[in-house]
């Protein structure tokens, strides 16, 4: 991606890629201010490689990208660790790396030394909005305690024990973990994570996400502009509603989630369930 897509593909669109299929995955760089904007940079990248994945992947097995004479057709010029080289995109092995790796949801690499950063609640963590207070492997040379995630760090399972598998339960709980966090459908760092992509209505976990959501209005701007985002007892009323439901004429802006899929009409009822009985935060 960094080597035969990211020169039409970066930050800017550049030689005819089309607004909006931006995939500047490449390794954040500098301190400071410059290193908070790359790190968010690459969140945003990563979202959008993983909203787009079934488009990337079909240019590229079609032979429609990267295009026949503006990128070397040889191998890369990227080795792993064993010193084999990558092979072309143009290759069946390159697109098998390429899908594995899109299938596995485009896993990135912020930096290659450990940036620490200390924490002690989500709102420190200017970029991935995700500070871990436990150390989930205390083998680990780097303690991670109280560090912010990092951006391609995985984070730890918190499923607080839902089953997502079985019956659909309308609970805060189940709507949260297997809606919402599922695949990180709408929690991904780079939106209601934290990231920009997710404006004010940031969800990194359970308790936040209700806190944000719950009688509370949308930011003070755009055309969502002082809608209540879950109004208990009323789900008509409620902008999630109107964001999740396909087709409703109430939804300011950009339906969500972002690409597909969508969610489907007995997710959208389990939502609206929870909203009629209330909106407990169970």
Known sequence: MVEQCASCHGEDAALGAPEGLNFPV?????????????????????????RQRDLIYSQVVNGAMPPRGFVPAGDSAYAD?????????????GQEVLRNWLACG?????????LAQPCTAPGECPVTNFCVLEDPDPTDEIDPRNQC?????IVPAAGGGVDCEGEPQATWSWIYTCLFQADQTCTSAACHGGGAMGG???????ATGYANLFEVESEPAG??????????GDPDASLL???????NPMSCETPMPIGPPPLSEEEVGIIRQWITDGAMNN
């Open 26 to 50: 490449g390794l954040v760089s500098g301190a400071g201010e410059q290193a908070i904007s790359g790190g968010r940079r690459l969140l945003w990248a990563q979202a959008n490689v993983h």
């Open 81 to 93: 660790a064993d010193g084999n080289v990558l092979p072309s995109l143009r290759t069946a092995e």
């Open 106 to 114: 485009s896993p990135v690499i912020e930096r290659t030394t450990p």
């Open 149 to 153: 995630l990092a951006v391609g760090d």
């Open 200 to 206: 004010a209505l940031a969800m990194p976990d359970a």
């Open 223 to 232: 055309a969502c502009m002082g809608r209540v985002r879950v109004v208990p």
């Open 241 to 247: 509603v109107h964001k999740v439901e396909m087709g």
